[in-house]
């Protein structure tokens, strides 16, 4: 009998958020579906085993109304009903404008993580700067963990 060893800990808390979140959309199989994956894939990341991109984190976030942040780290709400959730206009023109000097930092912190590895194709780069960026709104700085582990995901 094969044993499977125990999941890391921080992807744990990723994937128990993800089946918690799963409860009020569906099964892996509809997800995978929405977010136009394999379902293996899903079923990966809901025991642990690996976890999801970038893109795919956002499409996540879309089709199950699940805020980004509470997904990758645990802070904060999970539900974008309740209210949390920016609306879609961009940046300077609502209510948040951009913050060049966040962005700057959010640039510095991404980019430096990158340097050792081999340059991202610029759509994957922009994902991970502007996912970066959102995440760094509500505390007004960057969370190196959390790019660190996002410039994982993008690999």
Known sequence: MTTRP?????????A???RERLEHFGNAAALALAIQRSESAVRKWLRGQSEPNVTDLRAICDVTQTRLEWLVTGRGVADQAEGLREPDVPYGAGAHPLDLALLERVLEAVDAHLRTAAPLPSFKHAALVATCYDLSRESGSPD????????KLTR
Do not use: D, S
Not at 6 to 14: C, D, E, S
Not at 144 to 151: D, E, F, H, P, S
């Open 144 to 151: 190196a963990q959390v790019i660190a582990r996002l410039v």
């Open 16 to 18: 128990a958020r993800l």
């Open 6 to 14: 125990p999941p890391q800990p921080r992807a744990a808390g990723f």
